[in-house]
């Protein structure tokens, strides 16, 4: 069977601009070995992009991610954003920053596949800041604030105003919803914490919704003996390493 050279060649050329659109979304490029510099990224992703001009918002922010992290081609994240060193996004989360703004994420954190960020809009129509939807940090506002090392499993969501703190994991399809979670916490799978503040070193049982402070103040406290003690140090070092791999690739 005989080729046309020409079309070959079309096809060649096709072949290394599709391949070329396939790859993960530069993360700093051109930095440094050991540097954890921040970079806006270019808005052409098709993955990472500005949020829109919207009644709310007239300024369109592209997200800010640290050289070290990885974002799967197949994730997304979109306006004022902030991912930290060495966290991994992966396949199918969706860091949304569009409507309440920003969202952080701080250093070796994980979002895991299908896992959504997002948040109720933190500024009205007349450039005013709604407060109730607001979440201060150490002088910082945020729609949605995530600590170091926090862990969110497959499917989980959080939904600003939210606040989750260091060293904490939110199991697979828990939700977290106008409350604040402490740090050295566990959410287990299916659970959600509600318009409440859970304190340290507590957890949430599976399948249990807590709504109200009473609720939140009497979970128990994790001790030595308790299953997932340990869960959240372990999926913190698969997935810091799994970003480094991926990003050596």
Not at 15 to 43: D, K, R
């Amino acid at each position: 069977m005989r080729f046309d050279k020409k079309v070959c060649i079309v096809l060649i050329l096709s072949l290394v601009l599709a391949l070329a659109g396939s790859g993960c979304v530069s993360q700093g490029e051109g930095a440094e070995e050991g540097e954890h510099a921040e970079t806006a990224v270019e808005g052409s992703a098709s993955n990472v992009w500005a949020n829109p001009v919207t009644p709310w918002n007239p300024e369109p922010t592209e997200p800010t991610i640290d050289s070290t992290a990885y974002i799967h081609p197949q994730a997304s994240v979109i306006g004022d954003a902030t991912i930290g060193a060495r966290v991994m996004v992966s396949p199918f989360a969706s860091v949304r920053s569009d409507e309440g703004m920003p969202i952080f994420v701080g250093d070796e954190s994980n979002i895991q596949d299908g896992v959504i960020l997002h948040a109720l809009e933190t500024i009205d129509e007349e450039g005013e800041p709604v407060e109730s939807h607001i979440i201060e940090v150490d002088g910082e506002e945020y729609a949605v604030y995530v600590g170091e090392r926090v862990s969110l499993a497959h499917q989980a969501q959080i939904h600003g105003p939210a606040y989750v703190g260091d060293d904490t994991f939110i199991g697979m399809k828990a939700m977290v919803f106008k409350a604040k979670v402490g740090n050295n916490c566990v959410l287990e799978p299916t659970s959600a914490a509600i318009g409440v503040t859970i304190p340290d070193g507590r957890y949430v049982p599976a399948g249990t919704v807590v709504t109200s402070q009473a609720e939140a103040d009497k979970l128990p406290e994790i001790t030595d003996d308790y299953a997932y003690r340990h869960t959240n140090e372990a999926v913190v070092y698969v997935n810091v390493n799994l970003a480094d791999g991926y990003n050596a690739v």
